[in-house]
């Protein structure tokens, strides 16, 4: 399909929103694992507010509303997994989870396999269209 002349499709990744809990063992070295694989990949982080403490400070905070993100990783379990369903679901971002703790159902992704799943899923990501919620 052709829109004004312009080739109609996906668009490739840029902005990557990170929620996290600031009090799970591992937060520090997951950030600093995703700070490397966003510059590997010419991305821009956005981190929230609990989470500044952990990255430098020309990294953004996120904003209010997750309508200008591609993705939202959350660093944690399955808690921090659902409040990140509930920032990204209005606006329809989907969710990488990475599982800090011992046991995740949602959040299935290691820490240690963080570079490799991140690359993978901005990959593939870049390639499905858009869609409007995770029930369309």
């Not at 659902?82 to 599982?99: E, M, S, T």
């Not at 159902?105 to 396999?113: I, K, M, Q, Y």
Request: no cysteine.
């Amino acid at each position: 399909n052709q829109l004004d002349g312009k080739r109609a499709g996906p668009r490739r990744m840029k902005t990557i929103g990170v929620l996290g809990n600031p009090l799970t063992d591992g937060v520090a070295d997951a950030l600093t694992r995703l700070l490397s694989a966003a510059e590997a990949n010419d991305l821009t982080l956005q981190v929230g507010s609990d989470l500044r403490e952990f990255v430098p400070r020309d990294v953004p905070e996120l904003p209010g509303e997750a309508g200008k993100l591609d993705l939202l990783v959350t660093l944690g379990g399955d808690g921090t997994l659902l409040r990140g369903a509930r920032y990204a679901a209005p606006a329809g971002v989907p969710i990488f989870g990475i599982n800090l703790g011992q046991l995740g159902f949602l959040t299935s992704v290691a820490v240690e396999e963080l570079a490799k799943s991140a690359s993978a899923t901005v990959n593939a990501t870049s390639l499905l269209p858009q869609t409007t919620s995770a029930n369309g």
